[in-house]
Nanobody, 119 residues
Framework: QVHLVESGGGLVQAGGSLRLSCAAS??????????MGWYRQAPGKQRALVAT???????NYADSVKGRFTISRDNAKNTVYLQMNSLKPEDTAVYYC???????????WGQGTQVTVSS
């Protein structure tokens, strides 16, 4: 069972920045060969994709965060990051880290970290 530990959430004013981190450990598989990503869930809404990064570095972003958020990964540390700039109140949500492999048919989730953006 992969263990994911998220950090970096908090309270920030609109226009501010936060950097989320998610470190993976205890994996029976190579994290480097797996896709990593961030999802978020706002109150009363379904969990939605924010950004993903493949094992080769290919990235994908939700339209609502393009140009403001940047996802990256450090394979040596089994860690994925989400740099969030120009934050808006509508970015307020619990952010979840995900590590997945379609080939292995596995998907693991972190416990979530709260991001609150005040207006």
């Amino acid at each position: 069972q992969v263990h994911l530990v998220e950090s970096g959430g908090g309270l920030v004013q609109a226009g501010g920045s936060l950097r989320l981190s998610c470190a993976a450990s205890k994996s029976p598989f190579s994290i480097n060969a797996m896709a990593m990503g961030w999802y978020r869930q706002a109150p009363g809404k379904q969990r939605a994709l924010v950004a993903t990064i493949g094992s080769g570095g290919t990235t994908n972003y939700a339209d609502s965060v393009k140009g403001r958020f940047t996802i990256s990964r450090d394979n040596a540390k089994n860690t994925v990051y989400l740099q969030m700039n120009s934050l808006k109140p509508e970015d307020t949500a619990v952010y979840y880290c995900n590590v997945a492999s379609g080939g292995l048919q596995v998907s693991y989730w972190g416990q979530g970290t709260q991001v609150t953006v005040s207006s």
